[in-house]
């Protein structure tokens, strides 16, 4: 499994792209596995724009338009993965489950898309923490702060809880998790198993006890 099979398709419910969309898509999910490709044989800060662009086979000036620093590339990748694991917990109709396995699938499926592509992993969540918005993009504590929100919803999480905090805690041990499992090879330690105990850990303080 490669995280490029999360690009391209539109989001479950939405309308099909038209033509011209399709074709945007079609170039930037082009000039993405061009960029994800060159950064994992040669690394982040060795690859230029116009490399890209050569193995995409477009104009220089096609990458601008659809990406406007080289950055924006570890962005795409934090949102395909993202989709990668809701596409997989929809289909699975995971927002049924209780809050404790809903959490545990989410993470479980993340730890998973980054044991399947491990040296991907290593090159962009390097480079994210170095040179992207990693430890500042709120998009991941935002995901998991709406599933601690729903299960206070259901009575399943202490009133007193704060999703927000919940969340960013949340994405903190994962973030921490990760950086440590990519810095030495061979991997340190199980990843799904390091994030299946720490969230063990979290849960003993935040699920409603009888």
């Known amino acids: 499994m490669t995280i490029s099979e ?3 398709a539109p989001a479950q419910g939405a309308p099909p792209l038209g033509r011209r ?3 945007r898509q ?4 082009q000039l993405y596995g061009a960029a994800v490709g060159l950064f994992v044989a040669q690394g982040y800060e060795a690859t230029t724009m116009e490399q890209i662009a050569e193995s995409a086979d477009v104009a220089r000036a ?6 406007s620093q080289k950055v924006g590339f570890l962005e795409e990748w934090g949102v395909r993965r993202r989709a990668r694991v809701a596409a997989i917990l929809g289909q699975e109709h995971a927002e049924d489950l209780p809050v404790g396995d809903r959490l545990r699938r989410y993470l479980g499926e993340m730890a998973d898309l980054n044991v399947a592509s491990r040296a991907e992993t290593t090159v962009l969540m390097d480079a994210s923490a170095r040179f992207g ?6 998009s991941l504590e ?6 601690v929100e729903e299960g206070r919803e259901r009575g399943e999480i202490r009133s007193q809880v704060d999703p927000d905090q919940a969340g960013a805690l949340l994405a903190s041990c994962y973030f921490s998790s990760v950086l440590r499992w990519i810095r030495e090879e061979p991997p340190p330690f ?3 198993g390091r994030l299946d105990g720490a969230l063990d850990i979290i849960l003993l303080g935040i699920l409603a006890h009888p």
């Open 26 to 29: 079609q170039v930037r999910d």
């Open 6 to 8: 999360a690009g391209g």
């Open 190 to 192: 199980d990843l799904p």
């Open 142 to 147: 935002t995901e998991l702060a709406k599933i």
């Open 21 to 23: 969309e399709r074709k």
């Open 133 to 138: 918005r990693l430890l500042q993009d709120p």
């Open 62 to 67: 096609t990458v601008f338009n659809h990406f």
